[in-house]
Structures are given as C-alpha cells and as structure tokens.
C-alpha cells in the first residue's frame, strides 16, 4: 500500500518551455501533497505544500509563478515549471500524506528527472 | 529552527559487519521522526516512523530507536543491497506540522 507514482520519470525541454510533472497517489486519497527538490549529492528541500481543492503553500524563496502548483483531486497533484532555465534542471519529488493527523508519513513519488538546455 | 544532523556522511561496511547510524535533532514540539533510504536517482523509500522517546521498531535488518534528542539506525549483519543513502527527517509541530526536516543522508555502502 501507499504507492506514488510520478509521471515523466524524466523530461528534457528547450529553455524557455513550460514542463509539467504530475504526481498521483494510486492506493489512498491524499489530501496534502508535498513538492520537493533534490540537488546532487544534497537533501531533500521542501518547495510548496499542496491542499486538495486549496492554494498551494509555498517555501519562502519559491517563485510561485514560476512552479504553479495544482491539486484538483484527491490522488492528482501537478507542478509546472513554466518558462524553464537551466537553473531549474534538478530531480522533483512529491510526495503524499496518507491519514494525516494519525500516521504523518509522507510517501515519495519516485522522482522526476528534469534537465533544461 | 528545527535541525537534523546525520553522522557519519559515509560508511563503508563489510558484509555481516553491523554498525549504527546517527541522527540528532532539534525541533520544537516533535510530532515523528522518520527514516527513508534512497537509492541513486529514486524517491525516498518509507522505513519506520517514530513518535517517542523509547520507542523501537524493526524491519528485517533494520532497528530504529528513539531518544529526545537522537535516533539511531541500527543494520544488523547487512547485505550488499543494503547499500542506500538513509535519510533521517522530523515533523514539528511548527508551521501546523506539515513540514518535514530532513538531514543530509548517510551513504552506505555494503562491500563483500
């Protein structure tokens, strides 16, 4: 149980280009979601908290018109990174919250891949 | 500020060689502590959730344990695939107790 699945695993895009990412949960509802991003070698930095049916919740230094946040069910989550720099390539991962308020766990999404040329 | 540090960055074991891993924390009103381990280019992978000091839980290979201030990562005779980076994180009750606090990882490798 508590599966996330990422969709693409990978993406490669001209600068300038918008790139969506979604994130599902396929075996629970999630009513939060959580937007991370990792650089090499380095931890896992919160971007944006995503409320189903809410505004997301961004960090403080997170551009939201450039990562637009989107949670309009409760297994779908999407980030957009819109007008993509080479700044942005990095590795996205979401997450889910399965019963929040019980458990607390977060489960991870396996990743997207994203590199900006 | 809720702080996770992680110790020691690497860890080279031999096949069979148990050894423990460290996480200590500052945080203001814990709510969890959670290990992951994550392999290269992958997401977190879920390991054990913690929510009070004396708690411990198992997993195969695997024991957590908690203190007030550190948890430990205990791998009992670990195997080549052992081999991940484990990330240790914590929930606070800060900020309505969404955000996760994670450390930098420990890197191990599990050698024959």
């Known amino acids: 149980g508590a599966v996330v699945s990422q969709h693409p695993s990978w993406v490669i895009c001209k600068s300038g280009t918008s790139v969506k990412i979604e994130c599902r949960s396929l075996?629970?509802?999630?009513?939060?979601m959580f937007w991370y991003r990792q650089f090499p070698k380095q931890s896992l930095m919160l971007m944006a908290t995503s409320n189903e049916g809410s505004k997301a919740t961004y960090e403080q230094g997170v551009e939201k018109d450039k990562f637009l946040i989107n949670h309009a069910s409760l297994t779908l989550s999407t980030l957009t990174v819109t007008s993509a720099h080479p700044e942005d390539s990095s590795f996205y991962i979401c997450?889910?919250?399965?019963?929040?308020?019980?458990?607390?766990?977060?489960?991870f999404g396996p990743g997207t891949r994203l590199t900006v040329l | 500020e809720d702080q996770v540090t992680q110790s020691p960055e690497a860890l080279r074991l031999q096949e069979g060689e148990s050894s423990s891993l460290n996480c200590s924390y500052t945080?203001?009103?814990?709510?969890?502590l959670f290990w992951y381990r994550q392999d290269p280019g992958k997401g977190p992978e879920f390991l054990f959730t913690l929510y009070s000091a004396g708690e411990e839980k198992e997993k195969e290979r695997l024991k957590a344990t908690l203190t007030k201030k550190e948890s430990f990562l205990h791998i009992t005779a670990p195997k080549p695939e052992d081999s991940a980076t484990y990330l240790c994180a914590v929930l606070s009750a800060r900020g309505g107790g969404n955000k996760l606090t994670f450390g930098t990882g420990t890197q191990l490798k599990v050698e024959l």
């Open positions: 075996d629970f509802q999630a009513t939060t």
């Open positions: 945080v203001s009103g814990l709510r969890g």
């Open positions: 997450s889910a919250r399965d019963n929040p308020g019980s458990t607390d766990t977060q489960y």
